[in-house]
């Protein structure tokens, strides 16, 4: 006769499932911590800088020695960020869920966390030579300890945040040739003046989000959504193409890689007009869009410029 009773799955089976969900949700909380997302288009400027200056010579062993410090450094920075922000976090939707705003993760952990990978990845680009660690340090101190505290207070925020973010060209340069060259002045400039429409789009697509909190990011009186934004955006641009033009001049860009430049960045300037145009959501949309193309494409060119001598393609 057939027992009527079922076989009862192992208990080990759902204690492991149970151990697979936690660990899953700790490698979640991790990368949160960190902005991995964030992390890695950080790193991929520094990357690409290395590339640029070195050319065919470059080390990939230096090459991911220099990933495992500028992402460590980069990860400590965005984790003392969450932790100093972590009440305003909790109050915009796009980051209420993050790790240390809701208690995941402690804040004790969090410092912790970001102390270990600060000391650890400023080791590591230490090792390249000491311009590259002092530039490290650098940044960190400046978007933890100045530019997060001042998204609360002023919009110039944006331009001391620039700062930091421009940063990991000149890390990338510096980590090849040892001193700050006139190409990692070129890219610092280019990086520099990217993030204005660049995060002023971002700010004006999360406009209510960021007022919930209490920052006012925008370059105008109150921190307004106004057509000023999408002129000033392209302003920035204009400076782009200025200095691609000193760039060609100094002979840093060859004819070719400067004409690619001076196109990508009028794209990205149209851009900007359309949204001092119509200054509208979707305006500010295509804006941001177009600048998470222009960084990664400028880049490019001017790696295939030093690499591929791209300027003899025109």
Same mark, same amino acid.
């Given at each position: 006769?057939? +027992?009527?009773?079922?076989?009862?799955?192992?208990?080990?089976?759902?204690?492991?499932?149970?151990?697979?969900?936690?660990?899953?949700?700790?490698?979640?909380?991790?990368?949160?911590?960190?902005?991995?997302?964030?992390?890695?288009?950080?790193?991929? +400027?520094?990357?690409?800088?290395?590339?640029?200056?070195?050319?065919?010579?470059?080390?990939?062993?230096?090459?991911?020695?220099?990933?495992?410090?500028?992402?460590?450094?980069?990860?400590?920075?965005?984790?003392?960020?969450?932790?100093?922000?972590?009440?305003?976090?909790?109050?915009?939707?796009?980051?209420?869920?993050?790790?240390?705003?809701?208690?995941?993760?402690?804040?004790?952990?969090?410092?912790?966390?970001? #102390?270990?990978?600060?000391?650890? #990845?400023?080791?590591?680009?230490?090792?390249?030579?000491?311009?590259?660690?002092?530039?490290?340090?650098?940044?960190?101190?400046?978007?933890?300890?100045?530019?997060?505290?001042?998204?609360?207070?002023?919009?110039?925020?944006?331009?001391?945040?620039?700062?930091?973010?421009?940063?990991?060209?000149?890390?990338?340069?510096?980590?090849?040739? #040892?001193?700050?060259?006139?190409?990692?002045?070129?890219?610092?400039?280019?990086?520099?003046?990217?993030?204005?429409?660049?995060?002023?789009?971002?700010?004006?697509?999360?406009?209510?989000?960021?007022?919930?909190?209490?920052?006012?990011?925008?370059?105008?009186?109150?921190?307004?959504?106004?057509?000023?934004?999408?002129?000033?955006?392209?302003?920035?641009?204009?400076?782009?193409?200025?200095?691609?033009?000193?760039?060609?001049?100094?002979?840093?860009?060859?004819?070719?890689?400067?004409?690619?430049?001076?196109?990508?960045?009028?794209?990205?300037?149209?851009?900007?007009?359309?949204?001092?145009?119509?200054?509208?959501?979707?305006?500010?949309?295509?804006?941001?869009?177009?600048?998470?193309?222009?960084?990664?494409?400028?880049?490019?060119?001017?790696?295939?410029?030093?690499?591929?001598?791209?300027?003899?393609?025109?």
């Amino acid at each position: 006769m057939r +027992s009527s009773f079922r076989t009862p799955k192992p208990v080990a089976d759902a204690s492991l499932a149970s151990t697979s969900a936690v660990w899953r949700q700790r490698l979640v909380d991790w990368a949160m911590l960190v902005k991995f997302r964030l992390s890695i288009m950080v790193l991929f +400027s520094a990357l690409m800088a290395y590339g640029i200056v070195g050319g065919s010579h470059a080390s990939w062993s230096d090459w991911l020695l220099l990933a495992v410090g500028g992402f460590l450094v980069t990860g400590a920075a965005n984790a003392l960020n969450q932790v100093l922000e972590r009440e305003y976090d909790a109050l915009m939707k796009r980051t209420a869920n993050r790790p240390v705003a809701v208690g995941r993760i402690s804040v004790s952990t969090a410092v912790l966390s970001a #102390g270990v990978m600060a000391a650890l #990845g400023l080791s590591v680009l230490t090792c390249f030579n000491p311009l590259t660690g002092f530039l490290g340090t650098l940044s960190f101190v400046i978007y933890a300890f100045l530019y997060t505290p001042l998204k609360r207070y002023t919009p110039l925020a944006v331009v001391v945040g620039a700062i930091p973010g421009a940063l990991p060209v000149v890390i990338g340069a510096a980590a090849w040739e #040892g001193h700050w060259s006139p190409m990692a002045s070129l890219l610092f400039v280019l990086q520099f003046f990217w993030q204005f429409p660049h995060f002023w789009a971002v700010a004006w697509v999360a406009d209510e989000d960021y007022k919930r909190a209490g920052f006012y990011l925008l370059p105008t009186r109150g921190g307004r959504r106004t057509p000023v934004v999408g002129l000033l955006s392209a302003a920035f641009c204009l400076f782009s193409m200025l200095s691609v033009l000193l760039g060609y001049f100094a002979d840093l860009l060859s004819g070719g890689a400067a004409l690619a430049l001076f196109l990508v960045n009028l794209y990205f300037t149209d851009k900007c007009w359309k949204l001092y145009r119509k200054a509208d959501d979707t305006a500010a949309r295509q804006q941001m869009f177009a600048s998470f193309v222009h960084l990664p494409l400028s880049l490019l060119i001017v790696l295939m410029d030093n690499i591929l001598e791209f300027g003899k393609l025109f």
